[in-house]
């Protein structure tokens, strides 16, 4: 491998039902990567993207991202995927490569080396819940989501929040990644006459959720709250489909600050006009290209431990505002938004940052 250039395994989904998000994640790497290097690069190096499917099995991804780390291919890994990739992959790079991890994820990741700009539920499921009961009343939920590691524990994680933000959770069900028929789901809602359907489903699967959802009719009496519901998936959807839909997430296109309209700008004159949706997971890719040259440059080095012990001083401004490196994860601000047709109307900040 070439001493001016750094090769980072960027891990983004090309196939299954997280494959939605894949070409917005593409779009926002690039663009994060043609500003490092011309700014310069990491370190002095000129920064590559080798692409790996994330939306593989886990087993799959980890071999493929463990073999380039090993030959020496690339000197760091990041991208967007499921919690059960990334926990495939982690204990394969054996704290080798800095691993920067986008997606929101259940919370807990201590591997040494993993860096995570995402989402987790004590700043993103717990205010919404309580945001949820205070403004709307919603107090009784019921969970569907995917039967993985990130569903399961973000739901035990709502479950422990239930009491202290006034709600309670009546069911919770779980489906196989790709399911097309969500029929007994919802029975399952219906018969539990909940208020409210927490989602933790994963890119295709919450679409057809959606459709089949507003098919039943239940968007008549219960409305729907996930922390993974970016603007692609409110394209699939369909407008009909999208009403009393919330989200909770650290960004949002239409959310329209100064840093967010900037990025916008940035990515259309990079991009094109007929780029991909700049959507959540997309930006989390940008954000964590970002995070990493900024780990490089606070530690000197590429190396786990100079910046591991470095990290903790790390603090900039990028698409969602100011945010700084504590214990590894990303403190971000964190917004809840409303669907509108085929669009986000953000309504307020349920979880401060810096």
């Known amino acids: 491998m070439a001493t001016d250039v750094l090769d980072v395994a960027f891990v983004v989904p090309g196939s299954g039902p997280s494959g939605i998000y894949g070409p917005s994640c593409w779009a926002s790497g690039r663009l994060a990567v043609s500003e490092i290097n011309e700014a310069g690069g990491i370190l002095g190096r000129e920064v590559r993207l080798r692409p790996v499917d994330g939306g593989r099995t886990p087993l799959e991804v980890a071999a493929e991202v463990g073999s380039l780390v090993a030959s020496g291919s690339v000197s760091a890994v990041a991208g967007w995927h499921t919690s059960a990739v990334r926990q495939a992959v982690a204990p394969r790079l054996r704290g080798r490569v800095p691993y920067v991890y986008t997606a929101l994820y259940e919370g807990g990741e201590r591997t040494p080396g993993v860096f ?24 009784s939920w019921c969970i569907v989501g995917n039967d993985y590691v990130w569903p399961r524990a973000s739901a035990r994680a709502a479950r422990a ?77 369909g407008a009909a489909n999208t009403g009393e839909l919330y989200s909770a997430a650290g960004f949002f296109e239409a959310l329209g600050t100064a840093h967010g309209l900037d990025f916008e ?53 990028g698409p969602r505002g100011a945010v700084q490196v504590r214990d590894r994860h990303l403190l971000q601000r964190i917004y ?12 307020a900040e349920i979880s401060g940052g810096v």
């Open 116 to 139: 995570l700009t995402g989402e987790t539920p004590a700043g993103q499921v717990r205010p919404a819940m309580a945001w949820m009961a205070r403004e709307l009343g919603v107090r």
């Open 161 to 237: 929040y239930a009491d202290s933000v006034g709600a309670q959770i009546r069911d919770e069900v779980y489906v196989e990644l790709g399911t097309q028929e969500f029929g007994p789901a919802l029975r399952r809602v219906e018969r539990s006459h909940a208020q409210g359907v927490l989602m933790f489903l994963l890119g295709s699967d919450a679409v057809q959720f959606n459709r089949a959802f507003t098919e039943m009719r239940l968007n008549d009496r219960c409305v729907r709250l996930s922390p993974l519901m970016d603007e692609n998936m409110l394209l699939a959807t």
């Open 336 to 347: 809840l938004a409303r669907a509108d047709g085929l669009e986000f109307d953000v309504l």
């Open 265 to 317: 700008r940035r990515y259309v004159d990079s991009m094109g006009p007929t780029a991909p949706a700049i959507t959540s997971p997309g930006e989390s890719c940008f954000e964590g290209i970002t995070l990493l040259s900024h780990l490089a440059a606070a530690a000197g080095s590429t190396d786990v431990s100079a910046i591991s012990g470095a990290s903790e001083a790390v603090t900039y401004e």
